[in-house]
């Protein structure tokens, strides 16, 4: 992460004078959110508990029950619980790559009103009044841990642990390639702080739901290859998750599977969201960048870890974008 420039010093600065600026916040991340979202919005709760702000906190999706373990995660509203006339003056989007992750959110959000938009995607749009993009940051949480300072607030266990999580999480247990120097040095300072990692660790990343299983299961049995078994590929249907009584959090991890079998270099996971309509997981070892596919189909994410959203039967959809990814190993 490059936290040591003239500009990355400027970039804290304006994020820290954009909140001292105001009083009432919404704090918002992306759908379906993952470890990064959830730590980073709990973080800046805390952070502006600290300051007296009034905020809310508000997300699309359900928080996944294992993130319970965070002070703050039963504060995080669904959108529907906010009201129409929700008094704020400020908005706080956290690792969104663009205005419409937030889901229905984004339409209630008046242009006019400022937005403070912090995140590490390289495929983030720049949308809002005060704008501070790292792609190099291993995660959102890590660009966090630069104004946590900057704002001179002391570090406690519970905003330790938050900033910890979204690292945890954005790098696979520390394994992935974005686990730098800047990742390692955060991390050994939030164990000082009280953070347990084994308890983290085996929360977040090791214990696996039975519905979870279940999905595991049914998606290994349609594993399928191609290029040489360069490119490996699974599905979750809408009957799956019916049958195994599971909810989004449970596929959580399943397109791991296909990227670490030895020799593949694309792994993706196709989840069917609704009818003809299938969300596409993609993961990569290195020598494709997958946003680069996801965002020529209207997604985004990382050189690594990307998503986008097909419309078509499940035939159609996969061997659209499996032929994307063979003309991208070529």
């Not at 979202?37 to 800046?44: K, Y």
Request: contains cysteine; hydrophobic residues 40%.
């Amino acid at each position: 992460m490059t936290g040591k420039g003239n500009d990355f010093e400027k970039q804290v600065m304006a994020a820290v004078e954009f909140i001292r600026r105001h009083d009432r916040f919404l704090v918002v991340s992306h759908l379906n959110p993952d470890g990064d979202a959830i730590g980073s919005t709990l973080a800046v709760g805390l952070m502006l508990e600290y300051l007296n702000k009034t905020y809310k906190m508000v997300n699309e999706d359900p928080l996944p029950s294992k993130f319970n373990l965070l002070r703050g995660s039963d504060r995080v509203l669904f959108a529907s619980e906010l009201s129409e006339d929700e008094p704020y003056d400020a908005v706080i989007s956290l690792d969104c790559a663009d205005f419409r992750r937030m889901g229905e959110l984004h339409k209630r959000v008046k242009p006019e009103t400022p937005l403070l938009n912090i995140d590490h995607h390289a495929t983030n749009e720049g949308f809002g009044t005060c704008v501070w993009i790292e792609a190099e940051a291993a995660a959102t949480a890590e660009m966090l841990y630069a104004l946590v300072n900057g704002l001179g607030i002391p570090w406690t266990e519970d905003l330790a642990k938050c900033i910890y999580t979204g690292l945890l999480t954005d790098t696979g247990g520390f394994r992935y390639a974005n686990t730098g120097p800047q990742v390692l040095r955060i991390a050994s300072e939030m164990l000082d702080y009280g953070v347990r990692a084994s308890e983290l660790a085996n929360v977040l990343l090791e214990q696996m739901t039975y519905p979870q299983l279940v999905l595991l299961q049914k998606s290994l049995a349609r594993l399928s290859f191609a290029y040489e078994r360069r490119v490996a590929w699974v599905s979750v249907t809408a009957r799956d998750m019916a049958e195994a009584q599971a909810a989004n959090e449970d596929i959580e991890g399943l397109v791991n599977y296909p990227r670490n079998i030895e020799g593949v270099e694309v792994g993706l996971l196709f989840k069917e969201t609704g009818e003809d309509t299938f969300k596409v997981s993609l993961r990569s070892n290195g020598k494709v960048d997958v946003a680069r596919i996801a965002k020529s189909f209207g997604g985004g994410g990382h050189t690594l870890a990307a998503g986008c959203t097909l419309t078509g039967t499940l035939d159609q959809v996969t061997s659209q974008l499996v032929k994307e990814v063979g003309l991208a190993l070529e």
